[in-house]
């Protein structure tokens, strides 16, 4: 490489550093910097030590309810968003209903009628009291689930079903050329190149999710927010608890985000 190929090069890198410092993007730092700084400094941060094993807990919960509602949510919604596009007409319609219904109702609600209604039936019949699925049933947890599970496949469902829609029929009629099975051209090529285009809003239909955990707290489930509002009753502190729970969103939100982003970017059907 020549030198005066070299010199263009550094010609044209140093406006992009130098156009990063402008003075309202100094301004903001100094305040973020300041703001940070006051943070730390003036509030009262002496119980973090004290109640770090139940913030480890509570944030293992969330975890957990975001990972199993979200798998098992996506699951469903596969083939609700397939049957939409190709079932027959009971299926379709039975699959549009459910999908109305449950995005058309508060979250909250259905949680408390699965907990409060469906939870509060079980006990009344000596079959499932005297089963082996009792000592979950009388438990909080398998409701929270039950409930984010059925939301996210609601919501989900109708963008897998608009995804499905979107694959070009042609390389679904390549593949039955080719000699593929029905279930061979789904796993091979509808179905990924339907969660890839699924992939920018099922990111965001993920965040939602993990936003929607605390909802779990109303039902006694010990999530982070749970732990949170046992310390700001405990404590009487009021605004470092909520800043250091926005944190912990913040820093999940980001981890869901950027890992989305690089499956997004390693997936076969990029270019699709």
Request: net charge positive; glycine share 6%; hydrophobic share 50%.
């Amino acid at each position: 490489m020549s030198d005066q190929t070299v010199s263009a090069l550094a010609l044209t890198e140093l406006p992009s550093k130098r156009s990063f410092f402008k003075p309202h993007r100094i301004v903001l730092i100094v305040l973020a910097a300041l703001i940070v700084f006051s943070v730390v400094w003036f509030m009262r941060w002496d119980w973090v030590p004290k109640y770090s094993g139940r913030l480890a807990y509570g944030i293992g919960v969330t975890l957990l309810m975001l990972a199993s509602t979200s798998i098992l949510g996506f699951l469903l919604a596969v083939p609700i968003g397939l049957v939409q596009v190709t079932g027959p007409w009971p299926l379709k319609m039975l699959a549009r209903g459910f999908c109305t219904i449950i995005r058309g109702t508060p979250l909250l609600l259905q949680l408390w009628l699965l907990y409060y209604g469906l939870g509060s039936l079980f006990p009344q019949f000596p079959e499932i009291r005297n089963s082996f699925l009792w000592p979950y049933l009388r438990e909080a947890w398998p409701y929270g689930v039950a409930a984010l599970t059925i939301s996210f496949a609601a919501y989900e469902g109708e963008v897998m079903r608009g995804a499905f829609a979107g694959v070009p029929k042609g390389e679904l009629e390549a593949a039955r050329a080719y000699g593929m099975s029905p279930f061979t051209a789904f796993r091979r090529i509808w179905l990924p190149r339907a969660v890839h285009r699924a992939l920018p809003t099922l990111t965001g239909e993920t965040v939602l999710q993990l936003k929607a955990t605390p909802l779990v707290a109303t039902i006694t489930v010990i999530d982070v927010y749970s732990v949170i509002s046992k310390v700001r009753q405990e404590t009487f502190i009021t605004y470092e608890p909520l800043l250091l729970l926005a944190l912990i969103y913040l820093c999940l939100t980001a981890i869901l985000v950027v890992g989305f982003r690089w499956f997004e970017n390693h997936i076969p059907t990029r270019g699709a």
